[in-house]
C-alpha cells in the first residue's frame, strides 16, 4: 500500500511539473514570463508569515522550555489514563496542535521504548493520533499571516475541537481494535 | 488567539518558577523565534516554484475549468464565493495537495486560497465565513495515506507498518466532519 501511493505521489508531482508548462505554451502561454510573475510572489509571502510564526513560536517555545507541557501532561495523566490515553501517549496529544515535528519525535520516543514499541497499544494508538490530527495553530499562522489575518474568530475554536475529535476518535477506534 | 498567547506565556512563566528553572523560559521563546523564521525562510524556494506554475495554470485556464468542474461540491460549502472564482480551484489544489500527502505543494496552494477568498472579504483583518471554514478543513489531516507515520513504523520494524491506515483514516473523517459542522454552526455565533 505504502509504496504504491508513494509511487503514485510522485508521479503526480512530475505531471503537475510538465504538464503545466506543456499545456499552458500549447495553449499559447508565454510560459516562462508566467511562471517568474508568479514566482515573484514566493518571496513575499514568506517574508509576509514571519511575525505570525515568531509570535506563536516563541510562545509555545516558552511554554515548552519551561516544562509546562510536560507539568500539563503530569496533571493530566491520572484522568486519561483510565479513559484509554496512556501516560506514553498524552504528551504527543498535548504537542500536537503546536508542533507536527514534536509529535513526531514524541512517537519516536514510544516506538523505541522497550516494552512499547511500533505494535504496542501505546504505539498504534499514537500513530492514528499524529495521522488524524493537524498542527493547528502553524496552520491558522501560516495561512492567516499570508493576508495579514489577525482576528480569526472561530477558526481557532473549530481547529482545536477538530483536533480534539481526531483525539477522541482515535482513543475509540484503537481501544476498538487493538486493547 | 489573544487569551492563547497571554496564557501560554503566563503558563511558562509559572512553570519556569516553579522549576526553578526561568532561564529555560527565555531561551525557549528565543529557540521558538529563531525557528520561526527558518520556517518562513525555507518555504520561500517551494513556494516560488508552485506560485509559479499556478499562474501559467491560470492563464492557461486551467484553474477556471477545475472551479467551474468542482462547483456543485463547493457552492453549498462556500456560500459566499461566486462560481468560477479563482479562489475554488486553489481551495481545491490544496485539498486535493494534502490528501495525497504533498506538503509542500498544499502550504503554496493554501495561501493563494486564502489570497483569493481575502478579496471577497469586506473587513481585511478579520477571517470571513468561507476562510475560517477553508481553515477548519485544513487543521483536520486530510491526508489519505499517513506516509511518515507509516515509515517511521516500518524502520522501528512494526510486524504490520500500514496496520494503522483504516484507523487513521476512520479518526480522520470524524475529525474533518466535526471541523466543517463547529465552522459552519459557529459562525452564526462568533461574528
Redo the contacts between chains.
Keep these: 500500500?505504502?509504496p504504491a501511493?508513494?509511487i503514485?505521489?510522485t508521479w503526480?508531482?512530475l505531471l503537475?511539473?510538465v504538464g503545466?508548462?506543456l499545456?499552458?505554451w500549447v495553449?499559447g502561454?508565454k510560459?516562462y514570463e508566467?511562471?517568474?510573475?508568479?514566482?515573484?510572489?514566493?518571496?513575499n509571502?514568506?517574508?509576509r508569515?514571519?511575525p505570525f510564526?515568531?509570535?506563536?513560536?516563541?510562545?509555545?517555545?516558552?511554554?515548552?522550555?519551561?516544562?509546562?507541557m510536560d507539568?500539563l501532561a503530569k496533571v493530566l495523566s491520572p484522568i486519561t489514563g483510565p479513559l484509554g490515553l496512556p501516560a506514553e501517549v498524552l504528551p504527543m496529544a498535548v504537542v500536537r496542535p503546536f508542533s507536527g515535528s514534536g509529535s513526531?519525535g514524541l512517537?519516536?520516543n514510544i516506538?523505541?521504548t522497550p516494552g512499547l514499541?511500533?505494535?504496542s497499544y501505546a504505539?498504534?494508538l499514537g500513530?492514528?493520533?499524529?495521522?488524524?490530527?493537524?498542527t493547528?495553530f502553524y496552520?491558522?499562522s501560516?495561512?492567516?499571516g499570508?493576508?495579514?489575518?489577525?482576528?480569526?474568530?472561530?477558526?481557532?475554536?473549530?481547529?482545536l475541537?477538530?483536533?480534539f475529535?481526531?483525539l477522541?476518535?482515535?482513543v475509540i477506534?484503537?481501544r476498538a481494535?487493538f486493547r | 488567539?489573544n487569551i492563547?498567547?497571554v496564557l501560554?506565556?503566563v503558563?511558562?512563566?509559572?512553570?519556569?518558577a516553579?522549576?526553578g528553572?526561568v532561564k529555560?523560559?527565555?531561551?525557549?521563546?528565543?529557540?521558538?523565534?529563531a525557528?520561526?523564521?527558518t520556517?518562513?525562510?525555507g518555504?520561500?524556494?517551494v513556494?516560488?516554484?508552485?506560485?509559479?506554475?499556478?499562474?501559467?495554470?491560470?492563464?492557461?485556464?486551467?484553474v477556471d475549468k477545475l472551479a467551474r468542474a468542482v462547483r456543485p461540491v463547493f457552492r453549498p460549502l462556500f456560500p459566499g464565493v461566486p462560481d468560477g472564482h479563482p479562489a475554488i480551484s486553489a481551495m481545491l489544489l490544496n485539498i486535493a495537495a494534502n490528501m495525497?500527502?504533498?506538503g509542500n505543494?498544499a502550504?503554496?496552494f493554501?495561501?493563494k486560497a486564502?489570497?483569493e477568498?481575502?478579496k471577497l472579504n469586506p473587513t481585511?483583518?478579520?477571517?470571513t465565513n468561507a476562510?475560517?471554514l477553508?481553515?477548519?478543513i485544513?487543521?483536520?489531516?486530510l491526508?489519505?495515506?499517513?506516509?511518515?507515520?507509516?515509515?517511521?513504523?516500518?524502520s522501528?520494524?512494526?510486524?504490520?507498518?500500514?496496520?494503522?491506515?483504516l484507523?487513521?483514516?476512520?479518526?480522520?473523517c470524524?475529525?474533518?466532519?466535526?471541523?466543517i459542522i463547529?465552522?459552519k454552526l459557529?459562525?452564526r455565533?462568533?461574528?
Design positions: 500500500m505504502r501511493i508513494e503514485a505521489s503526480i508531482v503537475l511539473l503545466i508548462p499545456y499552458g495553449r502561454v510560459v508566467a511562471f517568474v510573475e508568479g514566482a515573484k510572489e514566493g518571496f509571502v514568506a517574508v508569515i514571519i510564526l515568531v509570535a506563536i513560536l516563541a510562545a509555545v517555545g516558552a511554554f515548552r522550555g519551561a516544562g509546562a507539568a513526531l512517537l519516536g516506538f523505541a514499541g511500533p505494535d504505539g498504534k500513530s492514528i493520533l499524529q495521522g488524524s490530527t493537524e493547528t496552520v491558522l501560516v495561512y492567516c499570508s493576508v495579514g489575518i489577525v482576528r480569526y474568530r472561530h477558526a481557532l475554536a473549530a481547529g475541537m477538530a483536533d475529535t481526531g477522541t476518535a482515535s477506534i484503537a481494535l | 488567539m492563547v498567547f501560554l506565556f503558563a511558562a512563566a509559572i512553570a519556569g516553579v522549576k528553572d529555560a523560559v527565555g531561551q525557549g521563546a528565543f529557540d521558538g523565534a525557528q520561526g523564521v520556517l518562513a525562510i518555504l520561500i524556494g513556494m516560488a516554484l508552485w506560485l509559479g506554475l499556478l499562474r501559467i495554470a491560470e492563464k492557461a485556464g486551467l495525497l500527502g504533498l505543494a502550504t503554496p493554501g495561501i486564502m489570497e477568498l481575502d481585511p483583518g478579520t477571517a476562510q475560517v477553508f481553515l477548519a485544513n487543521t483536520a489531516s491526508q489519505l495515506v499517513p506516509t511518515t507515520v507509516i515509515a517511521l513504523r516500518a522501528a520494524h512494526s510486524n504490520d507498518p500500514a496496520g494503522i491506515l484507523p487513521t483514516l476512520g479518526s480522520t470524524c475529525a474533518l466532519t466535526v471541523a463547529s465552522a459557529l459562525e455565533v462568533w461574528r
